[in-house]
């Protein structure tokens, strides 16, 4: 299994969930939760990252986040963002938010966020206008400049180790370590931690079978590109008992690259692999099938293809979040688990 990366900081766990993000911008919004001081004990906080060390003086009232999915902790936890990134990838309704995202706000009654279009790079600009306490970053692929900027308008939560390599996990406790609700992200983490262990429980086929999260370009079949080990998705399979085909294992060591391709040429080092998750439809899966050089992987050639529909919310929910999981993990499972029948 690949183990959550253990925080270390000096933070007092709350005792009690706080379910509102004050402020003058009616995006953040009063759940009506019987809000205390409690959580003001957890401060100051110090979280450490790949940049240093952010500390926190005080409780933040208007939370702000960057980059996929960082909004989703404060939202599981009862706290509505004053701005957080638009969706771009699985939104079916076009609207910049996902649908588990939606279901959340509703349940909380709150108006949708500021929505930061970061199609072309981070809007600096838009994040500075929601005037945040705090900007939520744990999982996201922030350089430098970009943290150093966002640092001249509030604390910023970066990741703790690798770009875009941060588990649902980590990025859980980080984010809700800032809000100062460091026992109840504990306590999600469990939650969710259960939920998908049943989940894979049902589904014993899945167990063990090596697995490649690849890209197929269907323009261009001579390369092979796959996740690593340090992406969420491969990774989020191999901790729930999944297995890591010997070429990805070998193509992630000594990288801090989480996407890599091979020439097509290579096919018989996937020799091992069980099972090809990839995003497409049938038609990729049938071209792969009759190209001479792909077919040549057993997966391929028995095909056992899964095939993640283009831009569709199950396609990203294969990138596991905190309210995914819960919406839509059993539809993602079967998926697999067909693909191996």
Known sequence: MRPSRLLTTAAVAASALVLAACGADDTSTDTGADATASTDA??????EHVFGETVIDEKPERVASIAWMNHEVPLALGVVPVGMSKATWGDDDEDGVLPWVEERLEELDAETPVLFDETEGIDFEAVADTAPDVILASYSGLTQEEYDTLSKIAPVVAYPEVAWGTTYQDMILMNSEALGLAEEGEELVEELDSTVTEAFAQHEELAGKNVVFSYLDPNDLSQIGFYTTLDTRPGFLAEYGMGTPEVVAEMSEGTDEFYTTVSAEEADTFDD??????YG???????AEEDPLLSQIPAVEQGAIAMLPNSTPLAAAANPTPLSITYNLDEYLDLLAAALA
Request: proline share 5%; aromatic share 10%; charged share 20%.
């Open 281 to 287: 439809d049938e038609s990729l899966a049938e071209a």
């Open 273 to 278: 692999v069980d099972l090809f998750v990839t």
């Open 42 to 47: 957890a401060f100051p906080v110090t979280i």
